[in-house]
């Protein structure tokens, strides 16, 4: 389970490439030691050591309540919010602990974007929906700027051209494939590192749901992506790493083609093959 | 490995494996007959030798049929993906193998007295090893066996050495007789069919292997005679 291991399967053409259709990952992005997540006395992850690789998409997949959104929720510290929930261990980002105390959590989820089920965009204009962030980061000077910001993050979404012409008309008046990349722009508006996806496309359908894969392909050129997904298929079609976990725990996690076709672990391949596990 | 959750799926996969393993027997019968005819002069063996791989074309669109059909409805990943890839090609090797005995049946009926029971027991001979090489690699489909597999992969050179005393013995007859040439040179395509039947074999344990383990054998260097 070493998540640091390059894509890509057996070096075929003799050029010093993996035989794989060019997924060279990069550096690890998020790295995390010995990660354990407690709802009360329960315990909901268990010791979970694995990192993340920039400009790659990694999957978590398992069955429900196997601890894969509530890990996901770990690295934008999102368990915050629950009371009962205690996250011990260390989840470093570029060498510092996202846990510490003086890391802002507003700030670290500028950088660790988060998109989730259900399109959740805010009862505003889709042009503010967007420069919201931008806005209250100070990330825009002026309103040149922010109009670019608000451009470059729509055409990013695979958006700009659907909504160009009208900015000003709420983001809730799109369709739900056009709202969940409303909030995939969103997210980058504020130049994350991370984007976290939790099912992003569990409530669209399958058109919208390949605008979307389409879209998560492009965006894994320039950012590190982590998506959970109930759909085996999607994390194959999407992913260059998954992760399976179950009951907590980290069971495997390893090159998706691996991972699909030769899983190592019997509780991955009856997962995954869909048998009594 | 325990069932799946949704029993039509094993049960659509067990079938496939077991008309592989139907069409694996039948087309090691025509092995069996096209040579026996060939050494008992059986004209009709023959005959029904070649009428017999109609039907086993049959069953190779079946299969594909019923792959297709898997592929497009259950999405098989892991090990299932590995079987029903394995399934589609060792469909095609069996097809091949039917098409290789059927040419021995159509040469056996061509042969006439010009040909020694010598020869002719050559070939019986050489079809000993090849029909070995299938039942073990049709053992190590049935049982998912890798290790058999590995053995029959490995035990390919046999059938080569017999081809090549068979070839060796001919030209003695030839350089003898130059009017056995005729025949001849249709029992030489009859040994060269049984040595491509040895190759389908091991390409059949190289898939057998691959279903199994997920590793490749080819990869692996084969052993020659020599060393084993």
């Not at chain 1, 790493?241 to 190592?264: K, S």
């Not at chain 2, 892991?78 to 399934?87: E, G, P, T, V, Y």
């Amino acid at each position: 389970m070493d998540g640091t291991q390059q894509a890509g399967g057996p070096d075929v053409l003799g050029d010093g490439q993996p035989g794989d259709a060019g997924t060279t990952l990069g550096f690890p992005r998020i790295d995390c030691r010995n990660v354990n997540v407690y709802y009360g006395e329960t315990r909901a992850i268990h010791d979970v050591s694995m990192t993340f690789p920039d400009r790659a998409v990694t999957a978590l997949i398992g069955p429900s309540g196997c601890g894969k959104s509530t890990f996901l929720r770990c690295l934008n510290r999102m368990n915050d919010t629950i009371d009962s929930c205690r996250v011990e261990g260390e989840i470093l980002m570029d060498g510092d602990n996202i846990n510490d105390r003086d890391v802002d959590p507003v700030l670290l989820r500028s950088r660790v974007g988060m998109v989730f089920q259900k399109p959740n965009p805010f009862p505003k204009s889709i042009f503010d929906n967007i420069a919201y962030g931008p806005r209250i980061h100070g990330f825009a000077n002026g309103r040149e700027d922010l109009d670019n910001i608000v451009e470059k993050s729509l055409r990013r979404a695979g958006l700009w051209d659907e909504v160009k012409d009208r900015l000003s008309a709420p983001g809730t008046s799109l369709s739900g494939g056009q709202q969940q990349r409303l909030c995939i722009a969103r997210a980058i508006a504020v130049s994350p590192e991370v984007i976290l996806m939790d099912e992003p496309c569990s409530a669209l359908d399958p058109v919208a749901t390949a605008r979307i894969e389409e879209l998560i392909d492009e965006l894994r050129k320039r950012y590190c992506i982590v998506i959970v997904t109930h759909s085996m298929q999607q994390a194959a079609r999407v992913s260059q790493r998954t992760a399976f976990f179950h009951l907590g725990n980290l069971v495997e996690m390893g090159d998706t083609d691996q991972i699909f076709t030769n899983p190592r672990e019997k509780r991955t391949e009856d997962y995954i093959t869909g048998r009594y596990g | 490995m325990s069932d799946h959750i949704v029993s039509a799926y094993s049960d659509e996969l067990e079938r496939i494996t077991a008309d592989i393993v139907r069409m694996g027997g039948i087309v090691a019968e025509m092995i069996e007959d096209s040579c026996r005819a060939v050494s008992t002069n059986d004209i009709e063996m023959a005959k029904a030798v070649v009428a017999r791989d109609g039907g086993v074309d049959t069953i190779e669109a079946e299969i594909e049929r019923q792959i297709v059909s898997v592929v497009a409805r259950r999405q098989p990943m892991a090990h299932d993906l590995r079987l029903i890839l394995s399934a589609l090609k060792v469909a095609g090797e069996l097809e091949r193998i039917g098409d290789l005995s059927k040419n021995i049946g159509k040469r056996a009926q061509k042969l006439d007295d010009a040909v020694s029971p010598e020869m002719r027991n050559g070939i019986m001979r050489m079809a000993k090893p090849v029909k070995r090489q299938l039942n073990n690699v049709l053992d190590s489909y049935a049982s998912g066996s890798a290790d058999i597999a590995k053995d029959v992969w490995a035990s390919d050179d046999e059938i080569d050495q017999h081809y090549n005393s068979l070839f060796r013995e001919m030209l003695t007859y030839f350089m003898e007789d130059p009017r056995t040439i005729g025949v001849g040179a249709h029992m030489l395509f009859m040994a060269k069919n049984l040595e491509r039947i040895g190759d389908h074999c091991t390409n059949i344990a190289e898939f057998v292997y691959f279903q199994a383990t997920g590793d490749y054998l080819s990869t692996m260097e084969r052993p020659k005679l020599q060393q084993l």
